[in-house]
């Protein structure tokens, strides 16, 4: 919770790959996060994009969502406040494919019972960030070859000395200390960009940027408290990012190019219609009100799609498996036009996997942790990543 009684006025930007959101945020002490008011900015689908394009396109669509922040939305802010307010922070989570992260499990064990102190931790954690930078100039990750990149999140997620877990490790003594480390990079490129964007909007000094995995995990830690190990899915426009979260900690995360924009490519270059009507063609399809004469080369058109998408998700799951991280539940976050197609793909494939219990995080299942504003709509992104800035942020930037 922020730590300041005062009101608090966020800007919190949701950075996908088929879609920009920003939502203004309102935080005060003991009160749920008021979402004011939002704005969805569609990237048109086209040919399928590279990265390249990606980033190019992605500027241009932050530079209006910020445009819009910093006018209509902040308009919209003080009209609701009996004072008028100004953005004292601005949350950008980014989505695939302009991050990659990883975990790594660090050990240390002794036979003299020893203290964990700063040195040890950071020593571990160099040694871990160095192992990370090389992979990644080694091109280990397609979507950042050639780029120069940075660490935009690095913090220990998990501590276990002795085999117990504890939240507070340091200067305790044991023989045996295992910490589980999660970074992530994002390109320089695109960083520093959105940093001069926001600054040519904003007297703010500097954005702070997270990915969409820990933030759908903080989240879905605080909805669903009891639960420790499930698998995460974003299935976003051009993407679907996958993590495996044991013991509350995401201990595999990966992404595929391929998300729900394909089936809909193959509805316009099919039916030779615009991306509106392909949408509605898959929404009439699920809810049985498509033309009959239509429904047949529909279906066939979604199966063909549904095949190269399976078969990416069976070998990550396979990956998954092997590593002995499976769980009977599933969380899913998606646009709602696809919500029952990828349901439906999801439980087929997933009782192969024993996931039996699947979740789709839908704004009904958040509205009990959120107040919306009668000039904001039910965006799940923006809702799960108000929920989750307003238990991080005020421990955000300590990182390790």
């Known amino acids: ?227 420790r190990d499930f698998i995460l899915i974003d299935i976003a426009g051009e993407s679907t990012d996958v993590s495996a979260v044991l013991k509350g900690v995401i201990e595999h995360s990966t992404s595929f190019f391929s998300g729900a924009n394909n089936a809909v490519r193959l509805i316009m270059d099919k039916f030779k219609v615009t991306e509106e009507i392909a949408i509605s063609f898959i929404s009439m399809n699920q809810t049985g009100t498509i033309e009959p004469n239509v429904k047949k080369e529909v279906d066939d058109l979604i199966l063909r799609d549904g095949l190269a998408w399976n078969k990416s998700f069976i070998q990550i799951m396979e990956e998954i498996k092997k590593k002995a991280m499976t769980s009977t539940t599933c969380f899913i976050v998606c646009d709602q036009p696809f919500s029952t197609l990828f349901e439906n793909r999801v439980k087929e494939l997933g009782s192969s996997f024993a996931l039996s219990h699947i979740i789709f995080v839908n704004p009904s299942k958040l509205m009990e942790h959120v107040d919306i504003g009668k000039m904001a709509k039910k965006n799940e992104f923006i809702m799960i990543e108000s929920i989750f800035f307003e238990n991080n942020h005020a421990n955000s930037r300590l990182w390790v």
């Open 1 to 227: 919770m922020f730590a300041s009684k005062k009101e608090h006025l966020c800007i919190i930007c949701d950075v996908g790959s088929a879609s920009l959101s920003v939502g203004i945020i309102l935080y005060a002490q003991n009160k749920k996060p008021q979402i004011i008011t939002t704005k969805t900015f569609p990237i048109s689908i086209g040919p399928k994009p590279n990265t390249q394009e990606l980033d190019v396109r992605i500027k241009d669509f932050f530079d209006k969502a910020m445009f819009w922040a910093s006018h209509e939305g902040l308009s919209i802010a003080n009209k609701v406040s009996a004072k008028k307010k100004t953005v004292e922070d601005v949350f950008v989570t980014l989505a695939s494919p302009w991050y990659v992260s990883r975990t790594s499990k660090v050990i240390i064990e002794k036979e003299k019972p020893f203290e964990l102190n700063e040195d040890i931790i950071q020593s571990a954690v160099k040694t871990e960030e160095s192992v990370f930078e090389k992979d990644i100039l080694d091109g280990k990750y397609e979507q950042l070859k050639s780029k120069d990149t940075k660490i935009i999140e690095r913090e220990i997620v998990a501590v276990r000395l002795n085999g117990y877990e504890t939240t507070n490790p340091k200067g305790k003594v044991a023989t045996n200390a295992e910490f589980s480390f999660f970074m992530s990079v994002a390109p320089m490129d695109i960083l520093s960009s959105m940093n001069t964007i926001v600054k040519k909007y904003f007297h703010i000094d500097e954005i702070l940027f997270r990915t969409f995995p820990s933030s759908f995990l903080g989240a879905t830690k605080r909805i669903y408290p009891h639960e």
